[in-house]
């Protein structure tokens, strides 16, 4: 369970652990599906608001790689640090394969930029 210390959530090192190993997957599975060369941001080296995986151009990658998933709280943090890009949350849970989630409104501004990456 996250531990609560200065009003900020801490995760004990398994739980990053899992993140960055569903970071390291997501990316290389965005690679081979776009053709691109998605890679784990390094957001504990002071890259704040970054997405978790960087590459995929115009869309925000924020990856969740847990068993329960606040899909809410996950969308929001994405909206908060998309800038211009499209938030996308890509959620995993063990022994499940990936699923991406984006707002409905922003559905076919997603679907011209995944055409647009897969074209070049």
Request: proline share 2%; hydrophobic share 40%; glycine share 8%.
């Amino acid at each position: 369970m996250p531990r609560v210390q200065d009003k900020e959530i801490t995760m004990g090192k398994m739980q990053r652990d899992k993140g960055a190993r569903g970071e390291r997957q997501l990316a290389e599975k965005l690679s081979k599906l776009l053709g691109v060369e998605a890679y784990r941001s390094c957001q504990y080296a002071g890259k704040e608001g970054a997405g978790d995986v960087l590459g995929v151009p115009g869309i925000h990658v924020e990856s969740k790689y847990t068993e329960r998933l606040n899909l809410y709280a996950a969308m929001d943090q994405a909206e908060e640090d998309c800038g211009k890009e499209i938030p996308v949350v890509f959620h995993r849970k063990n022994l499940r394969h990936w699923v991406a989630i984006v707002n409905l409104d922003q559905l076919v501004e997603l679907a011209r930029a995944i055409v647009e990456i897969v074209d070049e």
